[in-house]
């Protein structure tokens, strides 16, 4: 049993927001007078790829966008004017292509499937036999 609870928690990391949700990491919210920031794309494949590309040239993590445990956005930030455009050049291989996202939703929809086999067979089983008391 634990390991289907395992499938089906894997099964909900991907989904949506609720309809309620608002996006607190923003440029507009964390950028503060007098700085330059920016955001980096970054996924499960490389999690620390905007850190390695940016922290070395000074700049600073101030949040993580988004809701999805496979593909996020983060906010980093420096003191003074920068070309933050040609800081930001993160190696492309660090963020999903759509094929990639494709590939999750497909993953998701054979976990769904070989749940919902897996609870048929456990519905078609033979009965346990009555437990005898012995005295």
Known sequence: MPFLLALLSAAHADLPPPPDYVETCTLTNVQKPGESCGVCSAGFMEPD?????????????RCTAGTSPSVWTEIWCKAGEHNVEEDFQVPPQAVATPHARQGCRRSAAALLLVVMVSLTWLGRRPPLPPLRHVA
Do not use: R
């Not at 790829?49 to 993590?61: H, R």
């Open 49 to 61: 790829i905007c850190k390695e590309t940016l922290a070395p040239q000074g700049y600073a993590y």
